[in-house]
């Protein structure tokens, strides 16, 4: 009963060897504790996206089963149906955005697609998950720019270049979407100043 509250705790105190420690122990006894299962999990996903890939590995087994959990309509016997409707809504967009995050890290960037996809499906309104995506079309464009940069001249340095311009094409079309998205909203102005300075070069 007490778990989920030391874990806040913890969490709070920025003791997080102690959250994951304490969620472990919790979640091996009650597997369907979705409300620990997704703390954990985005608590991992937010340090990953600050270089600190500690508790990736156990992040992404937990909002795997979150996600799971939550898809099969298993709802806690703690949430009535206007809460659980709502988690539905806000958490499981985020846990696929997430779980994008850390298939990007670890290189399995089609896992990282299906993921990312999945989470702006869900919630279109969320201009990160367009840059994740946006960001993997551009190392594309990148790679496929410096294929046709090695070429010599020739037929083969044309279709190169139809390639490269046609991922370029991509990324500028994701930019415009994200600057537009993000444009006037002050929680995304970082993300819209970087991502509009790129779109304009």
Known sequence: VISPFLIDAYIASDRLDDAFRVGADSIAKNPGDLTTLTNLAIIGVNQVKKNNPKYAQQSQSYGAKAIELIEAGKKPENFDDAR????????????????????MVSGNKADARTKLEKAASLNSNDPFNHFLLGAMLNDEYTQKAQEFQKQPAGPLKDVKLKEAEGAMDQVIEVWARVVGMSEGKPQYQQLHDSVLQDLQS
């Open 84 to 103: 659980w409707a709502e988690y539905q809504t806000t958490m499981l967009p985020q846990l696929y955005q997430g779980m994008g995050v850390l298939a």
